[in-house]
């Protein structure tokens, strides 16, 4: 990626950057993944290949955040409190009519 950057920058041109994905979740709520991937692969990217964790990892490696466990489990736990408590009031609301949607 840097080469990249350096090659946009330099020559004021776009590039294609491509990258690998993997999707973690399934499909959708017919599609069980279970189904296809053993457990040792859906252990592996849920906890040592995870994209959240692995871009932690690097910002801490790189000094950019400090590594304090504490303070982020207390930080996670602050935003899923809030995101639960929003998540319940929207859910607990008057739900709009589905002619709206075609509207």
Request: hydrophobic share 30%.
């Amino acid at each position: 990626c840097i080469r990249d950057r350096e090659y946009i920058v330099r020559e004021r041109r776009p590039a294609l950057i491509e990258f690998m994905t993997y999707r973690i979740g399934d499909h959708s709520t017919s599609d069980h993944s279970v189904l296809y991937r053993d457990d040792q692969e859906i252990k592996s990217w849920t906890t040592q290949n995870h994209p959240i964790t692995r871009l932690g990892l690097y910002l801490k490696n790189k000094g950019l955040i400090e590594a304090n466990k504490e303070k982020d489990d207390a930080i996670r736990a602050k935003y899923r409190e809030e995101i639960i408590r929003e998540l319940k009031e929207a859910l607990s609301g008057k739900k709009a009519s589905i002619c709206l949607l075609y509207t």
